[in-house]
């Protein structure tokens, strides 16, 4: 499959501001979040007897999303969070927030890695295109206002063997954080994610049935 035309705008910016990592060091340790919104429990996980397997691809992110920092923009600047870095790679992230959701919202279906062998009714392909906290306006105001969290995936459901396109969907979220501080800024990344990783699931599990 091609790579998406959508992940070109944001390796352009990432690569024409020469100031995306100026927030980032100072001598002082980065301070590490997780991708859960706060008080969020993780789900029951059911038996895997009965389930369908989906055999989940590599999670592939954009460039400048795909570490473990955290990207802003505003209007054409796109700079990382000072002193501010998730626990793991954005990709493990958003696999383990996938997973999660797949146990609450899909729970006849079993997601299993891509090193898993045979026995899988339908591959998925995921690739994230954005994963930002996006300010509105210019770089001067940005101080006064929250940003908004963008997340948007492309989805693919493949047939096992010959690749096939069984459906494909986009799915989008953006969530406002509360506050222009680091902590509701997670929360509101947390939330988006959320949002993304239900709809996909929801979409999967209706999908794969009528397939």
């Known amino acids: 499959m091609k790579t ?28 590490l979040y997780q991708l859960e919104r706060a008080g969020a429990g993780a789900p029951a996980i059911p038996p895997s007897a009965g389930r369908i397997a989906i055999q989940l691809q590599p999670i592939r992110f954009a460039p400048g999303i795909e570490g473990d920092r955290i990207l802003t923009l505003t209007g054409q600047q796109a700079l990382y969070l000072k002193d501010v870095r998730w626990i793991a790679d954005a990709p493990a992230l958003f696999d383990h927030a996938l997973h999660a959701g797949f146990a609450r919202r899909a729970p006849n279906l079993l997601l299993v890695d891509d090193h898993a062998r045979g026995g899988a009714a339908a591959l998925l392909q995921i690739t994230v295109t954005h994963f930002e906290a996006v300010y509105a306006g210019n770089a001067d105001r940005a101080a006064d206002m929250a940003p908004m969290v963008r997340i948007d995936a492309e989805a693919l459901l493949l047939r096992p063997g010959n690749r096939g396109i069984i459906a494909q969907q986009r799915f989008s979220s953006e969530i406002p954080a509360n506050a222009n501080r680091v902590g509701p800024i997670v929360d509101a990344f947390g939330e988006a994610s959320e949002t993304v990783v239900d709809k996909l699931a929801d979409w999967s599990r209706m999908s794969v049935a009528v397939n």
């Not at 024409?16 to 340790?29: A, F, H, N």
């Open 4 to 31: 998406s035309s959508a992940l070109m705008p944001l390796a352009l910016l990432v690569t024409l501001t020469g100031c995306v990592g100026s927030l980032i060091g100072g001598g002082k340790p980065a301070q």
